[in-house]
């Protein structure tokens, strides 16, 4: 299997992270440039977004669907949490904003870093607020939400929310100070084997 993507992106180190856990070997081949537009450059993606993963002569697309493939290509007997298995209000809604706010981090970080539009523009001050919305209330509840998780050895909730967190720090859009919780949350998973071995970096 070959994951097409960016070590400093922060949807492809959700497989990287999984990969790591399930002891699932994954050859990478680097996107050098986020500001062409031609499909070949995002191997295929017509959505031109990364990673993308090319297994058995095809491409699948999203962090999420490359997740599953890389788990139903794994021996490993770990208990695995996914999205559809989060059964109460709170853990659904956390699991919506850490979408959300990875969708508002991608936007700030293309649009204002990447391709230098201004960052006080209205459309970045909302995005940013909506993100820092995302956060505070993820920061408020990340405690219960940790709690209300089914027992596993890896849940989607927990490998997004820290790649989110650590790419905040990486790419600041939002500060951090004032999300303590997330902050500890992320120095404690920073702990495991595939969030050491997958640090963000350029490629
Ligand atoms: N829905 C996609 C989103 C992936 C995504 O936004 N990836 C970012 C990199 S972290 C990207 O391709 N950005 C390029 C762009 O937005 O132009 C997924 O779940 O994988």
Redesign the pocket.
């Known amino acids: 299997m070959q994951l097409v ?2 070590h ?5 180190r ?1 497989p990287l992270m999984f990969a790591d856990e399930l002891a699932v070997p994954l050859e990478f081949v680097p ?1 050098p440039d ?2 062409r537009t031609d499909v070949a450059s ?1 191997a295929g ?1 017509p ?5 993308i993963l090319k297994l058995q002569g095809a491409e699948l ?6 997740c599953r493939a890389i788990a139903e290509n794994s021996t490993s007997q770990k208990l695995i949490v996914w999205p559809e298995m989060l059964a109460d209000t709170l853990s659904r809604n956390a699991q919506e904003m850490v ?1 959300h706010a ?2 508002a ?3 700030v ?2 649009g204002t870093v ?1 391709n230098h539009l201004p960052a006080e523009d209205g459309f970045f001050a909302k995005t940013r607020a909506g993100l820092a919305g995302a956060l505070g209330w993820l920061d408020a509840r990340v405690g219960q939400c940790l709690s209300a998780l089914p027992p596993r050895g890896l849940s989607v909730f927990e490998v997004s929310l820290f790649c989110l967190v650590e ?1 905040l720090a990486f790419r600041p859009s939002v500060a951090l100070d004032e999300y303590p919780a997330l902050r500890a949350f992320a120095g404690a998973y920073g702990a495991r084997d595939c969030a050491r071995r997958t640090v963000y970096r350029f490629d």
């Open positions: 993507g960016r400093s992106s922060l949807y492809t959700m996107v986020m500001t995002y993606n959505a031109l977004k990364l990673p697309y999203g962090a999420l669907n490359i979408w990875m969708t981090q991608v936007t970080v293309m990447v790419h």
